[in-house]
């Protein structure tokens, strides 16, 4: 098969590579109906992260299951499936409490932007779909994968709850996904930070109330001043620098909750500082095991439509040109179609 491969800054390959195959009796061969480019791809596209030898590359999935080890209980050949860019056992203490991306028998998923794919720990990984979904539904069934698991942890992370104000920090896909988790959790007033026209209406499309343009100190008095002085319940932060994760802490009101998913390059908090906001602090890599079921059956009911934040869809082959896309930030983000 041909699959995709990353050989340093800027340099994605799609190459000829030996076809994944069961190696562990938990293991199953998926036939991939769509992958995607996450924000996350971009630290070694950019050389932020170091690639030290060419590496597969993705890890946001949906597709057929083609092939069982013989351990494989919960899911069989020909089922349409869902997984998340950690494999977990799910029953381990920590996947347990639901976090499965602490799983004690985690292991990373990255080679999915290929035509088929391995997936272990499958009885713990995967969610089947009740049948096999129409094409229509695949956008939405991918981004459940991944980019909105990951917003929804943010808002869930932040505590957002029926008639609270939000904010979010980040408007790329998990951020715009975020304001979408936050109005299925009942948010009153949810407030996107965003200078992109484009990504301001899905923002609102997705259920924001206002828009801030500014950032760092003045994003954060611009937040002060929609909300009488008293700064926002929760707050989503969706970017991982240093300004956003102190955008979010400054613009969140004392006893209030930051949700943090950003993957954090260079963030650096000060103890005094963080000692007298008196927020909440909780984040991580989303455990999108977790929410994997609810997301999956709010799509396949028409409940919400994450699937609008693939702006940008192109044949697998053409992946090179998705990552350049999202990396000069033509493309929120980009499905591609083995
Ligand atoms: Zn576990």
Known sequence: MKATMLYGPR????????????IQPTDAIIRISATCVCGSDLWPYRGINPITQPTP?????????????SAVKTVKPGQFVIGSFFASDNTCPHCQAGYQTSCQHKEFISAAQAPIMRVPLVDGTLVATPDVPSGDFIPSLLAVSDVLGTGWFAAAAANVKPGKTVAVVGDGAVGLLGILSAKQMGAERIIAMSRHASRQKLAREFGATDIVTERGNEGVERIKELTKGIGVDSMLECVGTQQSMMQAIHSTRPGGYVGYVGVPHGVELNDEELFFTHVHLHGGP??????????????????????????????LAQVAEGYRAMDERRAIKTLLRP
């Open 57 to 69: 590359m993705g890890h946001e999935y949906c597709g057929i299951v083609e092939e069982v080890g």
């Open 286 to 315: 989303a455990p999108v095991r977790r929410f994997l079921p609810k997301l999956i059956d709010l799509v396949l009911n028409g409940k919400i439509n994450p699937g609008r934040v693939f702006d940008l869809t192109l044949p």
């Open 11 to 22: 340099d994605v390959r799609f190459e000829e590579r030996e076809d994944p195959k069961i």
